[in-house]
């Protein structure tokens, strides 16, 4: 069977957003370490562009606003842009209605002024992936969500309606037009390289090399298709040593056959024309 593998890299571009709004921080050294995302996206963009390939980036309207200028570079250079929150908030039930669409719209529109275009992908800011967010996001033209992931290697559906029973199996809703693709903290730089307070961090570049190799491995010699999606943060992978690792990465995929990059947009419209829904 002839191989086709498809490579997202993504990036969350949270920027100063993730310390001084979740995490509530006004640090001087956590929002350093919030600024040296405009450097880790400046040194993104450059190999990027060496490679040649695109890529997916989600931006909070607060890291639009905050560094126009590499945002603006992103989107110029043709990468993906998706929808990411304004100052990263997570959706959550507690919040007011309005007060989520008044997020969702504003983030929505920084994105539209940016590149021109309003996003057809989303990934959650932190929270969960309520019902009550989905149906707002599929009103505002979003096409995919990349947050979790029932298969590690494939897109598939999302679901509205399942009921957690305990007395007896689990029941599943139906499948709405809402693609996901995969996220998984195994694929994510942040808890290898993060070092907050006493949670486990600073992994060696190689073990994570390691891993992500082995999980591309798997995918290509064991599955032979499917989707192979890396997310990032610039203000993580940024670092010299990562940024190495990430490199020799893309270069080992792509002595393989029948491997192509693409922004997660493309694989959500190839997998939803190859599997129509009901
Ligand atoms: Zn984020």
């Known amino acids: 069977m002839t191989k086709r593998i498809s490579v997202c890299l993504s990036f969350d571009f949270d920027a100063i957003s993730l310390w001084v709004g979740p995490r509530k921080s006004r640090s001087p050294n956590l929002i350093a ?12 963009v450059r190999l990027l562009d060496d490679e040649q390939i695109p890529s997916t980036w989600f931006i909070p309207g607060h890291t639009i606003e905050t560094y126009p200028e590499i945002c603006q570079q992103v989107a110029n250079a043709g990468h993906e842009i998706g929808y990411h929150g304004y100052c990263h908030e997570a959706p959550s ?3 007011d209605v309005v007060e989520e669409r008044t997020i969702l719209e504003r983030s929505i529109e920084c994105i539209d002024k940016l590149c021109g275009k309003t996003p057809v992908g989303h990934r959650l800011p932190g929270g969960n992936l309520g019902e ?95 989707v192979y999606v890396l997310t990032m943060h ?45």
């Open 33 to 44: 370490h919030g600024e040296f995302g405009e450097i880790g996206a400046q040194r993104l």
């Open 93 to 95: 039930s507690k919040r």
């Open 132 to 226: 009550r967010w989905v149906s707002m996001l599929m009103e505002h033209g979003i096409r995919y969500d990349s947050s979790l992931a029932p298969h590690d290697f494939e897109p598939t559906y999302f679901r509205r309606g399942d009921v957690p029973r305990t007395d007896g199996p689990y029941e599943f809703g139906e499948t709405i037009d809402l693609v996901i693709l995969p996220f998984d903290w195994n694929m994510d730089d942040w808890p290898y390289f993060t070092y907050e307070g006493n949670r486990q961090g600073l992994r060696s570049p190689d073990d994570v090399y390691g891993i992500w190799a082995a999980e591309f491995d798997y995918l290509y010699q064991k599955l032979g298709s499917g």
């Open 234 to 278: 610039p203000q993580c992978i940024g670092k010299g040593s990562r940024m190495l690792m990430l490199e020799r990465l893309i270069h080992y995929m792509k002595t393989h056959d029948n491997v192509e990059f693409k922004c997660l947009a493309t694989v959500t419209e190839e997998f939803r024309s190859a599997n129509p829904i009901g």
